[in-house]
């Protein structure tokens, strides 16, 4: 069994966790099996002092510690396995200080930290055969245990308790629980969830006349000029009963077909340019969301809300927000629809098809139900949502100001999103400044964020391609 005894000073005892509660698995303890913690009598000294000291924690410290010195001394010798070492607690030998002085010549017994280590320096001496260490939180003991040769240990940090809280603390602690208590009856407000998109802005090249050659050649593919002169010949296939008569395609519809077709590829042509002006606008832009929140204990009274950039920085309308009017974009061209043949009933063709709802004028959405007629009454505004204080943004502008009546209170919050723009081609650079006001907040909430977003160089061709397929 590998043994080593550590002569112990007081703070083991007053600022450590308790000897069963701490991990004694440490570099120094490695390989041991059984500890001998030996009490000292400057360690009995100094816990004896300490014991008085009214109601500070040193003082619970070391009366627990001197209940412990008296089970030790009833029982001679207090075992406890705690993980997989044995602890054996147990009192040193009790020297005199001449025999210390004789023996130990280096320290002056006479102060308490190098009587304990002289105490343990002649225990050495007396049993050579066992490895005698000193387990201290004191440099200056370690010092003293250099100077008589004495092997040392330091307490670590992981067995000591935590710092104890002085009347400044505690004061602070009880500060916090009132305004915890206040906090529960009256509105926070919190602003989470901040991002900034991942993607960053992108400054799009020119686009060039081979582009456009290769985006009219792409929604060929996607909308090709259909051949309609076999439309005929299969709709008889369909249709091979005497009953039916399929009429084909005239040579003017079909001339009508192709001239619009070319006419659709003309307009398209002229919507690439202002659809790619549209797109490169936005591109360019940096979006950042966030969410408003009130986690207090009652609503917001008339809340406004002032949204600030600072530096380089704009914010777009909220037109500009791709979830509302796709940033302006035109409306991309349909292409024509090709002529098809026509099936006529032999026996009555005026009962193929009809719909009277269609082509009887009299029949009307509103007239068929009277919600639809409801709907044109005036708004009420909703005292739970947010309005423009001065009327929404048209231009791009630094600062955004809302109000809401009463910003209800333990509910998923109020998202926002805002679309940057910067005055660089390179950077967007600068900051955004959130304040939120209101007539029951103590104070209005404040909230900067720094915005940095490098802008990426990219050719325009395959994100007009994107565009053109989602437009369609």
């Given at each position: 069994m590998s043994s080593i005894h550590l002569f112990v000073d007081t703070n083991f005892f007053v600022q450590c966790r308790k000897y069963d509660e701490i991990g004694w698995k440490i570099g120094e303890l490695e390989?041991?099996?059984?500890?001998?913690?030996?009490?000292?009598?400057?360690?009995?000294?100094?816990?004896?002092?300490?014991?008085?000291d009214g109601n500070s924690r040193r003082a619970r410290r070391a009366r627990s510690a001197s209940s412990l010195f008296g089970q030790v001394l009833k029982e001679k010798e207090l075992v406890r396995r705690v993980g997989d070492k044995r602890i054996r607690i147990k009192f040193a030998p009790n020297y005199k200080l001449q025999d210390l002085k004789r023996e130990v010549p280096e320290l002056d017994v006479n102060r308490n930290d190098d009587e304990l280590v002289a105490t343990a320096c002649l225990y050495r001496k007396e049993n050579l055969d066992l490895d005698v260490r000193v387990l201290t939180r004191d440099i200056g003991m370690a010092i003293s245990a250099t100077q008589c040769g004495l092997a040392y240990i330091m307490i670590p940090d992981a067995w000591l308790l935590p710092p104890e809280k002085d009347d400044k603390d505690r004061k602070i602690a009880e500060l916090e629980n009132k305004l915890r208590a206040l906090s529960q009856h009256s509105p926070v407000i919190e602003i989470s969830e901040f991002s900034v998109?991942?993607?960053?802005?992108?400054?799009?090249?020119?686009?060039?006349?081979?582009?456009?050659?290769?985006?009219?050649?792409?929604?060929?593919?996607?909308?090709?000029?259909?051949?309609?002169?076999?439309?005929?010949?299969?709709?008889?296939?369909?249709?091979?009963?005497?009953?039916?008569?399929?009429?084909?395609?005239?040579?003017?519809?079909?001339?009508?077909?192709?001239?619009?077709?070319?006419?659709?590829?003309?307009?398209?042509?002229?919507?690439?340019?202002?659809?790619?002006?549209?797109?490169?606008?936005?591109?360019?832009?940096?979006?950042?969301?966030?969410?408003?929140?009130?986690?207090?204990?009652?609503?917001?009274?008339?809340?406004?809300?002032?949204?600030?950039?600072?530096?380089?920085?704009?914010?777009?309308?909220?037109s500009y927000s791709e979830k509302e009017h796709g940033f302006g974009l035109p409306e991309i061209p349909w292409p024509p629809e090709a002529p098809t043949a026509t099936v006529v009933s032999r026996l009555d063709s005026n009962l193929f098809g009809m719909n009277p709802m269609a082509t009887d004028p009299s029949y009307s959405l509103s007239s068929l139900d009277p919600v639809f007629a409801r709907l044109g009454g005036e708004r009420v505004r909703d005292r739970n949502a947010f309005y423009w204080k001065e009327g929404e943004p048209e231009q791009f502008c630094r600062q955004w100001v809302l109000e809401c009546e009463e910003f209800k209170h333990k509910l998923e919050g109020e998202p926002f999103e805002i679309l940057l723009r910067g005055d660089s081609n390179t950077l967007i650079q600068g900051a955004i400044t959130i304040v939120v006001s209101g007539t029951n907040l103590p104070e209005p909430y404040r909230f900067t964020r720094a915005i940095k977003q490098p802008i990426v160089r990219q050719e325009p061709y395959s994100m007009m391609r994107d565009l053109v397929r989602a437009c369609f």
């Open positions: 390989g041991v099996t059984e500890v001998v913690v030996l009490i000292s009598r400057p360690v009995v000294s100094e816990i004896d002092r300490h014991k008085h998109s991942t993607q960053g802005p992108i400054s799009m090249s020119e686009l060039t006349g081979d582009m456009m050659d290769q985006l009219e050649d792409y929604v060929k593919q996607i909308h090709p000029l259909e051949m309609v002169l076999s439309e005929a010949k299969f709709m008889k296939t369909v249709f091979p009963s005497s009953l039916y008569r399929v009429i084909p395609p005239t040579a003017e519809e079909i001339s009508d077909y192709e001239e619009s077709y070319a006419k659709w590829l003309l307009r398209f042509r002229e919507w690439v340019p202002q659809a790619f002006s549209a797109l490169r606008n936005s591109k360019i832009l940096c979006p950042i969301e966030f969410v408003l929140t009130n986690v207090g204990g009652a609503p917001v009274e008339h809340l406004v809300i002032e949204i600030t950039t600072q530096g380089n920085l704009e914010m777009a309308p909220p």
